[in-house]
């Protein structure tokens, strides 16, 4: 069983995909940090200084009205709607953010691609043209 192990832990694909996961995890961080240091100030600053974490929903009368939202949770049942507002929009600039290094990978992708091929030497274009035409010839 531990032979068995030992093949699957090491196969090829197996390894590719924690490095994959490890790399997106540390990608993940680096979204999360241009969306919460870069992005949402830019929000904050525009919609001035709007902030719905602290929305919410009483629905338990043993909630101190105008409390903050974890503040009301110790004291009863709450629907945090603005919590749920604020993780949305920042799930919507990661995913935006991540459309946009997507795009512009995939732009440079399809340069490399775009490449012109080198050059075909003349003795194989010659070879080309007396293959094409041996084939229109009529075969007897």
Not at 2 to 19: I, P, Q, S, W, Y
Not at 32 to 43: E, G, L, N, R
Not at 94 to 119: H, S
């Amino acid at each position: 069983m531990l032979e068995e192990f030992k093949k699957f832990a090491l196969r090829g694909n197996v390894v590719d995909l924690a490095v994959g996961v490890i790399i997106g995890a540390a990608f993940g961080s680096i979204v999360t940090s241009a969306v919460q240091d870069v992005f949402m100030p830019i929000i904050g600053a525009i919609t001035g200084g709007l902030d719905f974490s602290n929305y919410y929903i009483a629905l338990s009368s043993s909630v101190q009205k105008g409390a903050a939202y974890a503040d009301a949770k110790k004291q009863g049942a709450v629907i945090g709607y603005g919590q749920f507002i604020t993780v949305a929009l920042n799930f919507m600039i990661v995913a935006f953010v991540l459309f946009l290094v997507i795009r512009a990978m995939n732009k440079l992708q399809t340069q490399e691609e775009a490449k012109p091929l080198p050059e075909t030497p003349a003795d194989v274009k010659l070879l080309g043209e007396i293959r094409d035409i041996l084939a229109a010839k009529p075969k007897v």
